[in-house]
DNA sequence: CGCCGTTTGTGAGCCGCGCCACAGCGCGCT
DNA sequence: AGCGCGCTGTGGCGCGGCTCACAAACGGCG
């Protein structure tokens, strides 16, 4: 009962998801059948860095940080995946170790895939490999203008566009302006920029006294997003 | 006559291209008739960041470099393409604008494929969009790893690293030590790594008084690479 | 050969920002 | 209520590395 139950879930997790929507029914269902789910508690591992792996993960429940640590301790997150979001394709598609760690913000429920799965219906169906290298290529894309960000601006500039682009991801539209649908602490802020959390502290105070954002019960309201765009772009 | 010779110089540098080499003969020699050759000078810009593009562009011969530049003028080198190697596969793949420049470091021959040439071909082969697959989850590893180095390590160790790698893409082994068979000079190191011109000079003199690394005639050659590991993985 | 644009070598000064220290604060847990 | 822990707010110090400024070497070219 409860089996037949889950099945059911699975099958309509990935018909409703971006990647896999196209299949035909019966393809799906094979996927939806051989795919597991796993549950993971608010602040637990998923993978780590150097682990192998072969399988890649949707994100039905919750939301997952991709980061990545220093020698020191230091911490950079990559990205912060939604419900609906896809993560750990690379490791998946060239066979290499993750090259990053995966970590449950909240309770989180995934869904599974393993190469052996998916490797036939890619080789089957060009057009979901299709699909798959336009993730990749916007992967690409996403963390080269990362990489130009740190090297030429400086950290207002960077942790505005941070801002911005939390604001696509987790932003609802209210009456104050766009609410960021996240809970944050300053140290995390400060992880996804390569900042420290004082300044983002610093940072975050002068543009709520400057009208610019809002703090409400510990969520960011962007207020200005014209003032919040010219902090981004000013000088370089 | 010319054009026969030309025929069979693509076919030619199809069939020991890494991508393409399996592939049928057939299928090679109608990407080769179709492919179109390009010849930039020395300082020639290929490309520029923004430009629609849907080709994607091997190297037959000079070497390219792939980099873009800050609002005030500061320039960053993604990576130094080599002959036999690849790049503009991105905004061929996904159809949308490219994401960097491509600018010849000398007399270069390039073998220009257009997507409408590459598509049938990658659908109706799985293998090579899998190894297309596979170029760019390397791609996305390499970038990560340049933005981690960006944001967790000081200059020396970040230079150290640029100068491993030079080693791996450029490096001829001689009776001294690893010698880097690229002229750059030190502007163009330091855009590598997003250090000053002046910080990679001192650097320079410094490993080479601590016998290091060694100059002659302009180009570098790695004495010590224990060395420059310990450098590379000093502190963080 | 002499001229000029480019590259190299080096020192002084400055500044952004990380690091440290500490003080309030909220919140959960017992 | 009382304790402790993790988060927030702020100020000061120090340092890495960028900027600026200039001198010297190094080609390439008329």
Redesign the interface.
Known sequence: MTAIRINFDKDLVLAGHFLLKHLEREERHRLATAARLSHHARGAMIFQKGDPGDSMMAVIRGRVKIC?H???G?E?V?SIINKGGLFGE?AL??G?PR??DAVALEETDLLVLDRSQLMPV???R??L??R???V??????Q??????D????EAPSRFARALKRLGDAFGKPGPEGLRLDIKLSQQQLGCLV?VSRESVNKLLNEWQRAGVIEMDAGYIVIRDTGALDDIA?S??
Chains 1, 2 share one sequence.
Do not use: N, Y
Not at 136 to 141: D, F, G, N
Not at 143 to 148: A, G, Y
């Open positions: 990545c220093s020698m020191d230091k950079l990559l690379i598609l060239d290499e090259t990053a890619l080789t089957a060009p057009d490999a299709f798959i290298i336009s990749l290529c916007q992967r690409l894309r963390t080269s203008e990362h990489l130009e740190t090297l030429f601006l390569g772009d000088c370089g």
